[in-house]
Structure formats: structure tokens, C-alpha cells
């Protein structure tokens, strides 16, 4: 074999090992961000869980039935008989403005309203969960039994929003105009 074809295939080897060596590292960064972007992706949904849901992933968002509310231009009338010790969140579109409120009825019998908002924290709009026989503030955590709800904030701090409601054959009545004195909490 000449010199000069020797010197080639020296150098093809080399080329060869380098490629080799190349695919390695390449196949090895491959590995190393697929691991990360799955990390990245657990650590985030967990931050969002942990956020958005108060850690709790099964967390039950009950929804009123739509077709069993009345809307007029001035009031919202919602059956009495649909309202039951299940918190029942309904929402009011103000001019693109969701305005969110809930209604369930307290271990003493009566139908009790209030914002899904808090005094406080209406900030965070996160609003409030059924815990037991209590409603729960999802951004501070505190609770408070259903049966004392629907009364306005006599002591200052967290508190569900008051909003009056009347009771008028078998029906909640609420003021259009009760919910938009709150749109406030939710723009």
C-alpha cells in the first residue's frame, strides 16, 4: 500500500472515531433533555396544582344548570328546589366580566348566597371551595360554616362577599344590580 493511501485510511479512521464520538455526546445531550424536559414539565404542573387547585387535583367544580335560572333585565330568580348542601357556582357576564357567585343551603335549612369572591382576597380571584359543611377561602384557607353565611363582613377581614337575595315563591331573587356593585372584584 502507497504512503499516501495509508495516510488516507489513517485519516478516514480518524474521521470515523470522530463521528462516533460526535454521535455519542449528541445522543447523550438527546437523553439528558428529555429528562429535563420532563422534569421541568412535573415541577410546573405540580406549581399549578399546588396554585390553582390548593393542591388538591380531584378538586369538584360544581355548576349550577343553566336553563334552571331566570333572567330578566333586572333580576336572576334561581329555584330553591335545585339548591341543596352542594355548593351550586353561578356566574353573571358583565359587558364581558364574569361575575361569580354561589348558592347552597346551610344545615339549617335556608338558602344562603354570597360572591365567590372575598372582602379580602378578591385580588387573587380565586374565589371559595365547599369543605365539609364549610365554604373555604382557596387563597388564605380560612373556612367558614356554611349556616352564617350570607351576611355582610361585620369584623373587617376574609369573608364571603354579601349579596342580598330575597326568597319569593320558591325562588332566590337577586339584583342584577346587587352583582354590579361586586363586578369590581372580578375585572
Same mark, same amino acid.
Request: with cysteine; glycine share 8%.
Given at each position: 500500500?502507497?504512503?499516501?493511501?495509508?495516510?488516507?485510511?489513517?485519516?478516514?479512521?480518524?474521521?470515523?472515531?470522530?463521528?462516533?464520538? /460526535?454521535?455519542?455526546?449528541?445522543?447523550?445531550? *438527546?437523553?439528558?433533555?428529555?429528562?429535563? =424536559?420532563? /422534569?421541568?414539565? $412535573?415541577?410546573?404542573?405540580?406549581?399549578? /396544582?399546588?396554585? +390553582?387547585?390548593? !393542591?388538591?387535583?380531584?378538586?369538584?367544580?360544581?355548576?349550577?344548570?343553566?336553563?334552571?335560572?331566570?333572567?330578566?333585565?333586572?333580576?336572576?330568580?334561581?329555584? =330553591?328546589?335545585?339548591?341543596?348542601?352542594?355548593?351550586?357556582? +353561578?356566574?353573571?357576564?358583565?359587558?364581558?366580566?364574569?361575575?361569580?357567585?354561589?348558592? $347552597?343551603?346551610?344545615?339549617? !335549612?335556608? $338558602?344562603?348566597?354570597?360572591?365567590?369572591?372575598?372582602?379580602?382576597?378578591?385580588?387573587?380571584? *380565586? !374565589? +371559595?371551595?365547599?369543605?365539609?359543611?364549610?365554604?373555604?377561602?382557596?387563597?388564605?384557607?380560612?373556612?367558614?360554616?356554611?349556616?352564617?353565611?350570607? =351576611?355582610?363582613?361585620?369584623?373587617?377581614?376574609?369573608?364571603?362577599?354579601?349579596?342580598?337575595? =330575597?326568597?319569593?315563591?320558591?325562588? $332566590?331573587?337577586?339584583?342584577?344590580?346587587?352583582?354590579?356593585?361586586?363586578?369590581?372584584?372580578?375585572?
Amino acid at each position: 500500500m502507497s504512503k499516501r493511501k495509508k495516510l488516507r485510511s489513517i485519516e478516514l479512521e480518524k474521521v470515523e472515531k470522530r463521528k462516533k464520538v /460526535f454521535e455519542q455526546k449528541r445522543n447523550k445531550t *438527546k437523553k439528558i433533555m428529555a429528562i429535563s =424536559t420532563v /422534569f421541568i414539565i $412535573v415541577i410546573g404542573l405540580g406549581i399549578y /396544582f399546588m396554585m +390553582y387547585s390548593d !393542591g388538591n387535583i380531584d378538586v369538584k367544580d360544581v355548576e349550577s344548570d343553566p336553563k334552571s335560572i331566570i333572567q330578566t333585565a333586572t333580576q336572576i330568580k334561581i329555584p =330553591t328546589n335545585g339548591i341543596n348542601g352542594d355548593v351550586s357556582f +353561578y356566574s353573571y357576564d358583565s359587558n364581558g366580566v364574569e361575575i361569580k357567585y354561589f348558592a $347552597v343551603r346551610g344545615s339549617d !335549612g335556608e $338558602v344562603r348566597v354570597a360572591m365567590d369572591a372575598c372582602d379580602v382576597c378578591y385580588h387573587a380571584k *380565586k !374565589g +371559595y371551595i365547599q369543605d365539609g359543611n364549610e365554604m373555604r377561602c382557596i387563597n388564605c384557607g380560612l373556612k367558614y360554616s356554611i349556616s352564617g353565611l350570607g =351576611t355582610t363582613n361585620l369584623e373587617g377581614g376574609c369573608w364571603p362577599s354579601y349579596l342580598p337575595k =330575597t326568597i319569593e315563591d320558591d325562588l $332566590v331573587v337577586i339584583n342584577i344590580d346587587d352583582l354590579e356593585a361586586k363586578r369590581f372584584m372580578f375585572a
